[in-house]
């Protein structure tokens, strides 16, 4: 008689794993699913990207046919953000009118800017684009005078060669211009 009771405990706690796996399962698919949604809304949008933020346009954006934008939050791994800034700080003098760093969040003294050796703008803002953009990573923009994003490149953690591919395309599209 023990042994079947042994059988039936068993069993029981068997189904009532499979329950629980299929539901983290079930509640997995669901985020997954979300998150593909996200990024085809972002990737396939009739729109284009551009900065909507009236403070930022006209005063920082319209100086130069084309800007260099660097944008940074609260969110961003902190080696990433700092490889970033040593980059900024190698580009060379005669881009530095082109180049501006911006602070997205609500707390400007969490990241420090105090490793910018140029005379850059840093500015807290709690939102840059028309439409709503999640930032994660630090991201770097090439805009036109009028705010469309001509091309843009989120920092990949251990991948620093994108974020330095997109910075020499920009500079390279902001000296014709």
């Known amino acids: 008689m023990n042994t079947s009771n042994n059988y039936k405990v068993i069993t029981i706690l068997l189904i009532i794993l499979n329950i629980v796996c299929i539901y983290f399962l079930m509640k997995n698919n669901a985020t997954i699913t979300y998150l593909n949604d996200r990024i085809h809304l972002l990737t396939n949008t009739n729109k284009p990207l551009s900065l909507v933020n009236k403070r930022v346009s006209p ?17 961003g791994c902190k080696s990433c953000i700092t490889e970033l800034i040593d980059k900024i700080n190698r580009i060379d003098n005669k881009f530095d009118s082109k180049i501006k760093v911006f602070y997205l969040g609500k707390n400007p003294d969490r990241i420090s800017f105090g490793r910018l050796t140029k005379n850059f ?37 251990g991948s620093p060669s994108f974020m330095q591919d997109f910075i020499d395309r920009a500079l390279k599209i902001s000296e014709i211009f």
């Open 121 to 157: 703008i840093t500015t807290s803002f709690n939102n840059l684009f028309r439409d709503e953009i999640e930032i994660v990573q630090p991201m770097g923009l090439l805009v036109r005078y009028d705010g469309l994003v001509i091309d843009s490149q989120q920092e990949i953690v």
């Open 59 to 75: 005063k920082y954006i319209s100086i130069n046919k084309v800007n260099i934008i660097f944008i940074f939050n609260d969110n």
